[in-house]
């Protein structure tokens, strides 16, 4: 079956430190790829989308570019800022069975300190 | 603004007992979808309706059953709950090849 794979379980950074997240999938189709965000007490918020290959999804400074070639869909940050800190899922919404459902990465957590 | 509301907020229930979970979308969206997110897991999908009077199985339905008795409402029913249901739920309604809206979760704990 379809899986995502987020390599870090947590990151901490300080304030203007350059953030990556790792996100590697394996579908059988082309799946289109999400980042969400999670802040305590909340559900998840989607970030972005990308649907095709070398498609760049971007919002609030983050942004991550789909690479068929390598299954990846690194999230990416210049700068990051305290707010940021928060849970960050990637996902693979694999539209070919048609049930519309997203799978999930395990998800990283987060920390900038000021 | 799309919106995605469920009650209860948190719920304590005893092994053994009825919990139903209840979610309510404006969005006018056809899918609806129950998620189960538990440490180390992520969110994990239980059921899915495509509309009113549909459901679904998702990946981890058992122990679970979904009603959607209209476009707007999607209930999550544990006939028998068990410990191990202990976790947060999240609804969501999203269309076909697009995001999804989470609502703001349910913490259920069954003692």
């Known amino acids: 079956g379809d899986s995502v794979t987020q390599t870090e379980g947590q990151v901490a950074l300080s304030e203007e430190d350059f953030l990556t997240i790792h996100c590697n999938y394996s579908?059988?189709?082309?799946?289109?790829l999400f980042w969400y965000v999670q802040y305590p007490g909340e559900g998840p918020q989607f970030l972005f989308r990308a649907s095709r290959d070398k498609e760049k999804g971007s919002s609030r400074g983050f942004e991550a570019t789909y690479d068929k070639g390598t299954t990846s869909f690194h999230l990416r940050k210049a700068s990051v800022q305290e707010s940021d800190s928060a849970v960050y899922y990637c996902?693979?919404?694999?539209?070919?069975?048609?049930?519309?459902?997203?799978?999930f990465g395990d998800g990283t957590v987060l920390t900038v300190k000021p | 603004e799309a919106a995605v509301t469920q009650s209860p907020r948190n719920k304590v229930a005893v092994t053994g007992g009825k919990v139903t979970l209840s979610c309510n979308q404006t969005n006018n969206h056809n899918n609806m979808y129950w998620y189960r997110q538990d440490t180390g897991h992520g969110l994990r999908l239980i059921h899915y309706s495509y509309g009113a009077g549909s459901t679904e199985k998702g990946d981890i339905p058992d122990g679970y059953k979904a009603s959607r008795p209209s476009q707007e409402n999607f209930s999550l029913i544990l006939e028998l709950a068990t410990p191990s249901q202990t976790s947060v739920y999240f609804c969501?309604?999203?269309?076909?090849?697009?995001?999804?809206?989470f609502g703001p979760g349910t913490r259920l704990t069954v003692l």
């Open positions: 996902a693979l919404g694999d539209w070919g069975t048609n049930t519309g459902k997203l799978t």
């Open positions: 969501a309604s999203g269309e076909l090849g697009l995001e999804q809206y």
């Open positions: 579908a059988s189709g082309y799946p289109a």
